[in-house]
Every structure is written in structure tokens, then in C-alpha cells.
């Protein structure tokens, strides 16, 4: 795929971090109810963006369920304080946008570009919750993500 395409795909899938902020900023009142179920949906979705991974890269079944099996403790309330901010940090947007990367070529990349705007979603509603200087968050999440597929596709 083409430099400009694909940085395209990534900046459109980038603003689902805007569009989870902009409703949080709407639906204030219901935030604080919904906090548990914005973050189930992003570990839903982190599972389906592995589970069409496993499928396009041939990972072996034990890495699977490994990681299966720790996306599944992130809902967990007890989990340690370094794990809970996984779920939101900068990481999981360099990892999905190596992702895309790495599928650029694939069928399913506009399905995985697709869970990555998916999983901004409740990620920015949680950054928006969590975060006193949101507006930063999601600046740097957005410029990361862009300056990875940068990389990615001129280090190709």
C-alpha cells in the first residue's frame, strides 16, 4: 500500500480517541455508570483485533491464549495499578497501528483499521475520565500513532 493511503487509514482510525472524548463530553452524567462497560468494550475489542491477528499472522495456539488470557484479566477492578493503565497508554495505539502495518497488504485490513477506530472509542472516554489534561492524551495519542506509521512505512 502507498505511503499516503495508508496514513490516511491510520489518522481516520486515530479519531475514534476524538469521537470517544466528544461523547464523553456529551454524556457526562452517565459516565461515571458506564465506566465498567467502556472497559469490557475495549477489552472486546482489543480480543477481536488478537483473534483476527492469530488468523493473519499464524500465531502459534500457546501465544494466543496467553494473551487471551491476559486481556482477560484487564477488566478485573484488583489488577495492579501498572496493568490497569495499559489499557488506555500510548502502548496499545503503537501496537495496533503496528498492526495495521503489518496487514496493510492483507484482506482484513479495513476490518483491523476498523477495530482500531472501534477501540478508540471507549478508550477516549476513558482518557477523558481519568485524565485531567485530556486534550494532551489524546494529542499525543493521535501524533503517536501517525508518527509510527510513518516510520513503519518509511523503515519498509
Request: aromatic fraction near 14%; glycine fraction near 6%; proline fraction near 5%.
Amino acid at each position: 500500500m502507498e505511503l499516503a493511503p495508508f496514513i490516511f487509514t491510520v489518522f481516520l482510525s486515530s479519531l475514534g480517541l476524538l469521537a470517544g472524548v466528544i461523547v464523553a463530553r456529551i454524556a457526562k452524567e452517565e459516565l461515571r455508570d458506564g465506566e465498567n462497560y467502556f472497559l469490557w468494550l475495549e477489552n472486546i475489542i482489543l480480543i477481536a483485533v488478537l483473534v483476527f491477528s492469530w488468523q493473519l499472522f499464524a500465531l502459534p495456539l500457546f501465544i494466543f491464549l496467553a494473551l487471551l488470557t491476559f486481556l482477560m484479566l484487564l477488566p478485573v477492578r484488583r489488577v495492579p495499578p501498572a496493568l490497569a493503565r495499559l489499557r488506555t497508554s500510548p502502548v496499545a495505539f503503537v501496537l495496533l497501528t503496528l498492526i495495521l502495518f503489518t496487514a496493510q497488504d492483507a484482506p482484513t485490513f479495513k476490518l483491523l483499521a476498523s477495530f482500531a477506530f472501534l477501540y478508540g472509542l471507549p478508550a477516549g472516554t476513558l482518557l477523558f475520565m481519568r485524565q485531567r489534561n485530556w486534550g494532551a492524551g489524546l494529542l499525543i495519542r493521535i501524533v503517536l500513532m501517525l508518527g509510527c506509521a510513518l516510520l513503519f512505512q518509511l523503515l519498509r
